[in-house]
């Protein structure tokens, strides 16, 4: 089985923080879910006054409009957004456990940069290298055991797939950040390119990026639960024949973790849990 270093996009507080402990961490990345081959972090960004500042920019940075104001107002957000990403990285990213601090400002429009400086921690030289890295994301539940099945039928470079999207303004296919799986060369290049658009929110920004380096992402399959009745609701046959469970609430973020609970019983039951099979 390919070996899998599977990064959580994380929030250290709530209610992100309850489904992490609540949720995955009970279920599918608990110790005795995870398979030999594959690893699970947690990578999560900074507080403080620069967390202030980001939110600011990231607002000043939607500000619509076209008049000479509102241009200027934009202008400067993105400039800013632009200024603080790439000057939080400058600082390494540090792990303690299966937890990862990178020094990014915590909030939603500097994900792309939590995610860089996460998989520039991954791939540098003197940490364990892995086959791929997965990037998930808080609301997902992902059975380990059978994504090392499908990761070993992928491309062992040049691999970007994961459930697509579309860009209703380029056009451009970009694999939802709520499960991208990147063979080590790719996770590499993400970790290493310098030459971001900040303004644009993760998962299209990578996109964007593999088209112009030639990259083609592919399909993958993924299941969306809104509560914990659609889990019930799905067959064994559902349930076996994939890996990706989008557990995304619409009662509320905190209903994930009861999703996830009602999912990984359904698992178990039909003999595909807790090792992740």
């Known amino acids: 089985m390919p070996r899998i270093l599977v990064l959580v996009l994380s929030v250290d507080s709530?209610?992100?923080?309850?489904?992490?402990?609540?949720?995955?961490r009970r279920t599918w990345a608990s110790a005795d879910a995870v398979p030999a081959g594959c690893k699970v972090v947690f990578y999560y960004g900074t507080l403080g006054i620069r967390r202030w500042f980001a939110r600011?920019?990231?607002r000043l940075q939607r500000t619509e409009g076209s008049s000479a104001p509102r241009r200027l107002?934009?202008?400067i957000g993105m400039s800013t957004v632009a200024a603080i990403s790439v000057f939080s990285l400058r600082k390494p990213a540090v792990r303690r456990g299966d937890?990862?601090?990178?020094?990014?400002?915590?909030?939603?429009?500097?994900?792309?940069?939590k995610t860089v400086s996460a998989l520039r921690w991954a791939t540098v030289a003197?940490?364990?290298?892995?086959?791929?890295?997965?990037?998930?994301?808080?609301?997902?539940?992902?059975?380990?055991r059978t994504l090392q099945e499908v990761a070993n039928e992928m491309p062992r470079t040049g691999c970007y797939a994961g459930f697509l999207g579309r860009h209703p303004l380029t056009e451009c296919s970009f694999v939802s950040g709520s499960g991208a799986l990147m063979s080590w060369d790719v996770a590499s290049e993400v970790g290493t390119c310098?030459?971001?658009?900040?303004?644009?929110?993760?998962?299209?920004?990578?996109?964007?990026?593999?088209?112009?380096?030639?990259?083609?992402?592919?399909?993958?399959?993924?299941?969306?639960?809104?509560?914990?009745s659609a889990a019930e609701s799905l067959t064994d046959e559902g349930l076996r024949g994939n890996f990706h469970f989008r557990c995304k609430s619409g009662e509320g973020l905190r209903a994930d973790a009861a999703v996830m609970h009602t999912l990984h019983a359904r698992l178990v039951g039909i003999g595909g849990g807790p090792a992740g099979a």
């Open 14 to 24: 709530e209610p992100w923080r309850g489904i992490e402990l609540e949720g995955q």
């Open 56 to 58: 600011v920019a990231g």
């Open 73 to 75: 107002l934009r202008r």
């Open 99 to 113: 937890r990862l601090w990178t020094d990014v400002p915590e909030t939603y429009w500097f994900t792309l940069p």
């Open 126 to 144: 003197g940490e364990p290298r892995f086959d791929y890295v997965y990037r998930t994301n808080a609301s997902s539940y992902i059975r380990l």
């Open 194 to 228: 310098r030459t971001w658009d900040w303004g644009v929110v993760d998962d299209v920004a990578m996109g964007e990026h593999m088209n112009a380096i030639g990259i083609r992402p592919l399909a993958l399959p993924r299941v969306t639960l809104a509560d914990p």
